[in-house]
T-cell receptor
Framework: EAGVTQFPSHSVIEKGQTVTLRCDPI?????LYWYRRVMGKEIKFLLH????????ESGMPNNRFLAERTGGTYSTLKVQPAELEDSGVYFC????????????????FGPGTRLTVL | AQSVTQLGSHVSVSEGALVLLRCNYS??????LFWYVQYPNQGLQLLLK??????LVKGINGFEAEFKKSETSFHLTKPSAHMSDAAEYFC?????????????FGGGTRLMVKP
């Protein structure tokens, strides 16, 4: 079974440019999460989809970040325009629980996208 | 709101020595606790999780953790370190809530194993 995949693995862009990160969850997983780790700090939650609906987007830092999950399969996270403080590793995770609220549901993580904004 | 503190951002042990990685949590409701490991250039992999069924939880690769409510701790241990255990370890907490089951992570502990 294929795991969670993310593309690209690395992205280097200049301040003010736009970047789109993609996540493909494990097939059949209704839940998809985005997390971010800024250098030297803890991994922080950004948002949670159940199928194509946003269950919780309380962690999104500001309106420069837009996440979509059309059709309930893969997801994209767009940063427009990118700022220096957006640099970090963006992780995607997926889990199976169909209710989307089971706290013991195991989240499976992808390898992350390392974003560098110059 | 819940939080997680991992004491020691870097821990170094000799091969064959005991591994002890500390995790303390704060939560106003019963927590569910997780340990994840990240090897270089890979995603986070679940080591083990506490779901209230048993306070001593055994995970993969010989790791285990004990939930101690009175100490609000969930320390990760392994009796004998192996070189392949060198990685970064993350403790995380999740709670029941209407907004879903986001994970709240600690800052991570990088484990180094000396030959």
């Amino acid at each position: 079974e294929a795991g969670v995949t993310q593309f690209p693995s690395h992205s280097v862009i200049e301040k003010g440019q736009t970047v789109t990160l993609r996540c493909d969850p494990i097939s059949g997983h209704d839940n998809l999460y985005w997390y971010r780790r800024v250098m030297g700090k803890e991994i922080k939650f950004l948002l949670h989809f159940v199928k194509e609906s946003k269950q919780d987007e309380s962690g999104m830092p500001n309106n420069r970040f837009l996440a979509e999950r059309t059709g309930g399969t893969y997801s994209t996270l767009k940063v427009q325009p990118a700022e220096l403080e957006d640099s970090g590793v963006y992780f995607c995770a997926s889990s199976q629980d169909r209710t989307g609220v089971l706290p013991t549901d195991t989240q499976y993580f992808g390898p992350g996208t390392r974003l560098t904004v110059l | 709101a819940q939080s997680v503190t991992q004491l020691g951002s870097h821990v170094s042990v000799s091969e064959g020595a005991l591994v002890l990685l500390r995790c303390n949590y704060s939560s106003s409701v019963p927590p569910y606790l997780f340990w994840y490991v990240q090897y270089p250039n890979q995603g986070l992999q679940l080591l083990l999780k506490y779901t209230s069924a048993a306070t001593l939880v055994k995970g993969i690769n010989g790791f285990e953790a004990e939930f101690k409510k009175s100490e609000t701790s969930f320390h990760l241990t392994k009796p004998s370190a192996h070189m392949s255990d060198a990685a970064e370890y993350f403790c995380a907490v999740s709670v029941v809530g209407d907004a879903g089951n986001m994970l709240t992570f600690g800052g991570g502990t990088r484990l180094m194993v000396k030959p």
